[in-house]
Antibody
Framework: QVTLKESGPGILQPSQTLSLTCTFSGFSLSTYGMGVGWIRQPSGKGLEWLANIWWDDDKYYNPSLKNRLTISKDTSNNQAFLKITNVDTADTATYYC????????????WGQGVMVTVSS | DIQVTQSPSSLLASLGERVTITCQTSQSISNNLNWYQQKPGQAPMLLIYYATSLQTGMPSRFSGQYSGRSFTLTITSLEPEDIANYFCLQHYSAPYTFGAGTKLELK
């Protein structure tokens, strides 16, 4: 059974760095073809694909945020991470992680999301 | 980026009614579009992949079709447990992009 769960700080101030963790089970990021993606949804707005990381440590970043994003993984602990630097109120959103299979290319299992608020 | 236009944004329907939701993409993506169902506070669940394939375990009243750049999700007979938000995702090219979502409510 594949499960994913996001965790984050809840609230942070503008200009700080947002650190998110995705803890998963039922698959391994050391397995050929596996990947994890990060997606966010501001309240009342649409979903936005942020970044993804593959089993071979290849990474993709959405060009609209590329300079601010860093994705990484810890295969031994079944975790993936996303950092967003210099946050502002526009980064207030629910953040999701999802499993991706390289060959199908789409996310099949998602976490339930974690709400992050940027406020002074 | 590929734009995905989803309609309607909200929908009131009665139990047993046939429901259709549409996504239109700004360029051809072949069949690289998925549909997801999301209930409040829960993780999105994959419903339909590659435009027409029903995900294992999902009820057969859900189906997907496409023609060119237009994709539809149909619920043949609405059940109470189908009340949720639905969104589409194009996974043809990065960055993947999403429809804005459809909030399905009971009339």
């Amino acid at each position: 059974q594949v499960t994913l769960k996001e965790s984050g700080p809840g609230i942070l101030q503008p200009s700080q760095t947002l650190s998110l963790t995705c803890t998963f089970s039922g698959f391994s990021l050391s397995t050929y073809g596996m990947g994890v993606g990060w997606i966010r949804q501001p309240s009342g707005k649409g979903l936005e694909w942020l970044a993804n990381i593959w089993w071979d440590d290849d990474k993709y970043y959405n060009p609209s945020l590329k300079n601010r994003l860093t994705i990484s993984k810890d295969t031994s602990n079944n975790q993936a991470f996303l950092k967003i630097t210099n946050v502002d109120t526009a980064d207030t959103a629910t953040y999701y992680c999802a499993r991706i299979d390289y060959y199908s290319s789409y996310p099949d299992y998602w976490g339930q999301g974690v709400m992050v608020t940027v406020s002074s | 980026d590929i734009q995905v236009t989803q309609s309607p944004s909200s929908l009131l329907a009665s139990l047993g009614e046939r429901v259709t939701i549409t996504c239109q993409t700004s360029q051809s993506i072949s069949n690289n579009l998925n549909w997801y169902q999301q209930k409040p506070g829960q993780a999105p669940m994959l419903l339909i992949y590659y435009a027409t394939s029903l995900q294992t375990g999902m009820p057969s009243r859900f189906s997907g079709q496409y023609s060119g750049r237009s994709f539809t999700l149909t619920i043949t007979s609405l059940e109470p447990e189908d009340i949720a938000n639905y969104f589409c995702l194009q996974h043809y090219s990065a960055p993947y992009t999403f429809g804005a979502g459809t909030k399905l409510e009971l009339k």
